[in-house]
């Protein structure tokens, strides 16, 4: 018994050698800790509900938020995915002609995961086809946006009003609820939301210090503004949107509503604007599949002209001395490129407002 007593006297006695060792790598580790880790409110920034939101089906720690909109004459959804430890900045994505009535497709792709670890809020608008993400000048279709049949906020003929929303209703409430700044966002459109993405940064570069516009006719008015006449009138009624009379109103109004959504006659704007455009040439990049067999005509030849009209709006934009970077390559009209364009850029985006 004695002998046990003592090999345990003994280990006691070694053991002490170490404390003053011991003592110093858990100050060091408490210093580290201290200086490095998020604070607590930050850590749990993504693990709450907003007032007004739910969580969203594809996760990623994804709300689907009702935002009153007055303009709108309704509650706006929006999907949210926070920025993991209470950052500032934003990152508005902003969806195509056939954007869904209650989602945003963004939010299928692989871009949550990439900005899943980073400390930037993702901002997805819900609904919104066929209608440019631009203020109507008249009532157009009904329930041609996202909109909530429980609680019964739709009105009978949706005056949609789109710009008012996102640069005038929506920060504020970004800022008191997920605590993203008026002031620090960047903006990225995919198709018909490319024409917005640089009109709207153009028009509020207050608001938005970046700006990616991916596949878009963002020289829709190329020689002559018929053209853009017709194309937004087709894509407007064919997708739900409205009748181009509903978008532009009546003259005198139509012409200057008209230029509002031209990205060439707004481009002044973007000269401090960090913008890129990216279009790709009607090829397939060996990395991507094929659309559905009915589509493959569109992708091709409808990206081939896409191509033209970017080339077309980089060149107008550098002659009055806007920087605008052109990003090219292998792609076709899909979800694919715009996916693999945000990665590469990831480090940009990041750099503007995460």
Not at 304 to 326: C, D, M, P, Y
Request: aromatic letters at 8%; a neutral charge; hydrophobic letters at 40%.
């Amino acid at each position: 018994m004695s002998a046990l007593h003592t090999r345990s006297a003994g280990n006691i006695t070694g053991f002490s050698r170490f404390l003053p060792v011991v003592a110093a790598v858990v100050t060091a580790l408490a210093v580290i800790l201290t200086v490095t880790a998020p604070p607590a409110h930050a850590a749990g920034n993504r693990d709450w509900l907003r007032p007004g939101c739910e969580w969203d089906g594809h996760g990623h720690w994804i709300q689907k938020c009702w935002v009153p909109s007055p303009s709108n004459g309704r509650d706006m959804a929006v999907l949210v995915q926070p920025a993991a430890y209470g950052g500032n900045g934003g990152l508005y994505l902003l969806d195509g002609l056939e954007a869904p009535r209650d989602s945003n497709d963004w939010v299928r792709t692989d871009v949550m995961n990439q900005f899943l670890g980073d400390n930037v809020t993702i901002v997805m608008p819900v609904g919104g086809r066929g209608q440019f993400y631009a203020d109507w000048a008249q009532a157009g279709q009904p329930l041609s946006s996202g909109y909530s049949s429980e609680i019964g906020q739709v009105p009978p003929l949706q005056w949609a009003q789109w710009e008012t929303f996102l640069t005038a209703e929506l920060p504020g409430w970004l800022q008191r609820h997920f605590g993203v700044s008026p002031h620090r966002n960047s903006i990225a459109g995919i198709s018909m939301g490319a024409l917005p993405t640089l009109t709207l940064a153009s028009r509020h570069s207050d608001q938005f210090k970046q700006a990616i516009a991916l596949s878009g006719f963002i020289d829709p008015a190329a020689a002559t503004h018929i053209p853009m006449i017709a194309a937004v009138g087709s894509a407007g009624s064919s997708f739900g949107g409205g009748q181009v009379w509903e978008l532009f109103g009546s003259s005198p109004a139509f012409s200057s509503n008209m230029n509002k959504l031209d990205p060439v006659a707004n481009v002044g704007g973007l000269r401090n604007v960090d913008t890129i455009v990216y279009s790709g040439n009607g090829l397939k990049h060996p990395a991507d599949g094929l659309p559905p067999a009915a589509n493959v005509p569109l992708a091709i030849l409808g990206e081939f002209l896409i191509n033209l009209s970017s080339i077309s709006f980089v060149t107008k934009a550098r002659a009055q001395g806007v920087n605008v970077e052109h990003q090219q390559g292998d792609g076709l009209h899909t979800w694919a490129p715009w996916v693999r364009v945000m990665r590469d850029n990831h480090g940009r985006i990041l750099g503007a407002v995460g």
